[in-house]
């Protein structure tokens, strides 16, 4: 099993930036892909940025490339998506996962929401 809790969110003007963290426990998250979600109320849950197991190929949403950055930080078992020019529609609960390809497992965090003001 592993536990996820995510940090970092808050409330910003529009352009500012933020740093969000995902802390993982139990497992080692060199074992698993990890992914960034958001959820915006009254929307789906999206996808926003994933760093594969080797910690290489960083992947983003179009609606994010060139803005958002992720890393893995392995000592730390984090991983970590640093927000820059921030806009009112990245607004939501932003969520990690980590999953394993070897033995299929996935795992949420609870979420910690931004909020990007105009």
């Known amino acids: 099993q592993v536990q996820l809790v995510e940090s970092g969110g808050g409330t910003v003007q529009a352009g500012e930036s933020l740093r969000l963290s995902c802390k993982a426990s139990?497992?080692?998250?060199?074992?698993?892909?990890i992914h960034w979600y958001r959820q915006a109320p009254g929307k789906e849950r999206e996808f926003v940025s994933s760093?594969?197991?080797?910690?290489?190929?960083?992947f983003y949403a179009n609606s994010v490339r060139g803005r958002f950055t992720i890393s893995r930080a392995n000592a730390e078992n984090a991983v970590y998506l640093q927000m820059n020019s921030l806009k009112p529609e990245d607004t939501g609960v932003y969520y990690c996962?980590?999953?394993?390809?070897?033995?299929?497992?996935?795992?949420w965090g609870p979420g910690t929401q931004v909020t990007v003001s105009s």
């Open positions: 996962a980590y999953q394993t390809l070897i033995d299929s497992y996935v795992a």
């Open positions: 760093i594969n197991w080797t910690g290489r190929d960083p």
């Open positions: 139990g497992r080692p998250i060199t074992d698993a892909d």
